[in-house]
């Protein structure tokens, strides 16, 4: 079963890509212009088969989910939204994946609703205390919607650039075009202050009880290994890191295989389910 639907959060719409059934796996799309829930973690959620209860919002801001009135989005909304999203939805147990910003989202997440959240899977993650705003990130973050822009973010995301395909830039260059009025108010200039937004405390991450996986692209320039997952080992009760070689930003993408077979492992090692 796979589902397109909108459920309402505190009275506001949060458009949800669903598939499959059984222990529930929140997944959490990343910042770039023209991301979605669907986007991001569709091929994933068929990967994993039907044995899974996939849910990936699109995120406040982002595709079909509009920002509440009166908020710009971060972290805090973004947190507060997932724990809304599965209290609406009745799920009492959930494991998190997010990548690069939704990575900071399901830490967050972790540490605020420690009896919910199972187990956390951080791809690409941001949150690390200290971590700066990359170039890359900042231009990401201020890709025009278009194909030139597409273009470009993709060919930062990725290290092979045989991935930015011309169906691929026109793909998001839609999606750019489609959510352009609404990223436009997320990460306005300057944007240091967006990447410090999504920073997480000491006292946040030492808070974080669930057994916590890492996941991070050696090549990765949009948030570097060094200072963006390398920082967390020290900080996090229980962790391990798992580091692919020849990988950017998006090992979704770039090693599909390892990463569902990584992501698929971690997930039934947990007893809760």
Do not use: K, N
């Not at 990548?99 to 791809?123: C, D, N, T, Y």
């Not at 240091?192 to 057994?211: F, G, H």
């Amino acid at each position: 079963m796979t589902a397109l639907r909108t459920v309402t959060v505190d009275g506001f719409p949060v458009h949800v890509f669903e598939s499959g059934a059984g222990p529930a796996v929140l997944m959490l799309h990343g910042s770039g212009p023209g991301t979605t829930g669907s986007g991001a973690w569709a091929a994933t959620a068929q990967a994993l088969g039907a044995s899974w209860r996939v849910l990936a919002p699109d995120q406040a801001g982002f595709g079909r989910t509009p920002v509440p009135a009166g908020s710009r989005g971060g972290l805090r909304l973004w947190t507060e939204q997932a724990a809304g999203l599965m209290d609406a939805l009745g799920v009492e147990h959930y494991a998190v994946v997010g990548h690069s910003m939704g990575g900071a989202v399901a830490l967050a997440l972790a540490a605020a609703r420690p009896e919910q959240v199972s187990r956390v899977v951080a791809v690409s993650t941001m949150g690390a205390p200290g971590a700066p705003l990359s170039a890359d990130l900042d231009a990401i973050w201020a890709a025009p919607a278009g194909p030139p822009g597409a273009r470009d973010m993709l060919s930062r995301l990725v290290l092979d650039q045989a991935l930015v395909t011309d169906a691929a830039v026109e793909t998001r260059a839609a999606a750019m075009r489609a959510g352009a009025a609404a990223f436009a108010s997320l990460f306005p200039p300057p944007r240091a202050r967006w990447a410090d937004d999504l920073t997480l405390s000491t006292q946040t991450l030492a808070a974080i009880r669930a057994p916590v996986l890492l996941v991070h692209g050696a090549d990765d320039r949009v948030t570097p290994l060094a200072t963006s997952t390398l920082p967390l080992l020290e900080h996090l009760a229980d962790v391990r890191l798992h580091v692919l070689g020849r990988c950017g930003h998006v090992p979704a993408i770039e090693h599909p295989h390892e990463f569902r077979q990584l992501l698929s492992g971690f997930l039934r090692r947990d007893s809760r389910h």
